[in-house]
């Protein structure tokens, strides 16, 4: 089983209110499947944007295995 941490949009897709969730999840699995565990938030429509990321949960998925989507990748390399 690959796992990936990556984005998902929770709910419905309202236009203009974009939401995320952090989730760590099967790569073979869609983008609003079941998870493992969740992560994180991100929420880039409010100023200034909320990041909120577990570092220790997420170091512990890579430490395991787990690939970061670039989105991720990203996010965590700038709210370190």
């Given at each position: 089983m690959a796992v990936v941490i990556r984005?998902?949009?929770?709910?419905?897709s309202a236009k203009k209110r974009?939401?995320?969730?952090?989730?760590?999840?099967?790569?073979?699995?869609?983008r609003d499947s079941r998870v493992i565990e969740q992560v994180g938030i991100y929420d880039p429509m409010k100023n200034p944007k909320v990041v909120s990321l577990k570092k220790d949960r997420i170091?512990?998925?890579v430490s395991k295995g787990a690939k970061l989507s670039p989105t991720v990748?990203?996010?965590?390399?700038?709210y370190k």
């Open positions: 984005l998902a949009r929770p709910g419905k974009l939401f995320f969730r952090v989730h760590v999840i099967d790569s073979a699995k869609s170091e512990y998925w990748k990203s996010l965590v390399k700038k």
